[in-house]
């Protein structure tokens, strides 16, 4: 049994946004598929300790932002590592209200697709919701960030909540990088930090004293050498 | 509404397989996801009409083989465009057994899956097969095919069954283009069929006569000009 070979399975880069009652919240998914033609339904899974789950279940709506591929991790950040039970994460974005209502994120968005729930699955640790489409639209025609270049490429991880976490994934150890002790974040400095104007190259120690983690806003003593 | 916003939504290109009582079928499918991580699980949508779908409601199991880049349109048409009620399509494909006793296309396979079914829901014209993993492994390194570079770099058409057809897609019209009136395939001069050694801008009637369908295997003679 090798789990990263579930790497190989493809999936995008999602926001996830619903509301109920004149509040509202979004996350980050990728557990996201279209599975029918007639009609269009796409089903996507949602940890149960989300916020946005709670917003979903009462109000029976949801939206997708498809994020393109040039999305920096202060957004994948704001929408994957913070909760909406302490900040509201639209005040800090771009986004247009749905014709069903629920917020769509705009910034860096590739499309996005609204829809209403039609059935939902219990799968343990997630819910599966079943929604089919009442409005789907391109904003640009940017290409779709995948994970695996949000992984590979952006050096992006992911909370233990995710549908995609793997523990292995967590505990490599390469040398001359630091890892973030709030949210996980490594900064490699043959890469750099480009979403905040690092250029590779650049060693931890030189980085500017006001540096922060791109994705959870961490300062640099919130970090380890690893 | 723009429906062919959805083909932002990523997917890869899968063949999906199941049996029962010595008796097995396969076949392509692109809407699958991970959907959990404690445990592994991933969703699979899966057509009424396919006969790969009884065996997986008669044995609770089903096989997943990713495909790489280089799956060549004849491996895809086999599984994508032809009936196991007609053919033994294993009989035509190099294949393994699964440890739970589900065959798996080792053929331009990244990697597979081996799961077993721990729950279902209807979404319709599909059945959606909660899956829970029992084995994945690599089998090489090689990059897994997405479903948009099956579409727009391989020229692959979806059958009208898949959960991603687009009704608006069959009925695009360019010049210089023949389509299959078997299953849709366009043979289009600019590109060629690299898979059947044919070089790009190779005009339809140079074709040799011999020339058959990638995905179906139909003749010249079943194609139309469009």
Redesign the interface.
Known sequence: ??????F?????M?IISSGYNGKHNGMII??????????????A?VNKESLTLEYIEKSGLFN?T?LDKDAPLQLIGLFGFQTGKKIDKFSKTQFISGKNGIPIVTEHT????ETKVV????????V?F?GE?L????LTQEE?M??NYYRDVKGGKVPRT?????PEEADKVEIERHRCTVCGYIYDSRYGDPDSGIDCGILFKDLPEDWVCPICGAGKDKFVKI
């Not at 190989?8 to 995008?12: A, E, I, K, M, V």
């Not at 059935?119 to 997630?126: I, M, N, P, R």
């Open positions: 049994m090798n789990i990263d070979a579930l190989s399975l493809n999936c995008g999602y990728n557990a996201l598929v279209q599975v029918t033609a007639f009609p269009n339904q796409i089903i899974s997708i498809v590739v499309s996005y697709v059935s939902k699955l219990d799968a343990g640790t997630h599966l079943l489409v409005e789907s639209e391109f779709p995948t994970y995710a549908a995609t976490f793997h």
